[in-house]
């Protein structure tokens, strides 16, 4: 069974920074593209940043300039370096990954179960 689980969400001021990580387990045969989302309160789930496993990265403009997104392959591991924080980023941030389970089979989309991100003004 795959799972994503995600930490290092947390309060902090504005002009702060925090550092998510998403760590995928279990057993499937290779991760395609890994992204971020965010879902504040009464707003639909949006598109944080976005990166394949050859290294295209693509960031919404809100966030360009001010986060990072990383991968770390080998421990099958998506982070979300986000610096220059503003109370509008406060939100529930998801990890989501394109997975393929087995070799010739298509990737199936997976979720982590959320991490609340606060930013105070």
């Known amino acids: 069974q795959v799972q994503l689980v995600e930490s290092g969400g947390g309060l902090v001021q504005a002009g702060g920074s925090l550092r998510l990580s998403c760590a995928v387990s279990g057993s499937f045969f290779n991760i395609e593209g890994m992204a971020w989302y965010r879902q504040a309160p009464g707003k639909q789930r949006e598109l944080v940043a976005y990166?394949?496993?050859?290294?295209?990265?693509k960031y919404v403009d809100s966030a360009k300039g001010r986060f990072t997104i990383s991968r770390d392959n080998a421990k099958n591991t998506v982070y979300l370096q986000m610096n220059s924080l503003k109370p509008e980023d406060t939100a529930v941030y998801y990890c989501h990954a394109d997975i393929r389970r087995a070799l010739g089979y298509k990737t199936s989309g997976y979720w982590g179960q959320g991490t609340q991100v606060t930013v105070s003004s």
């Open positions: 990166i394949t496993s050859g290294g295209y990265i």
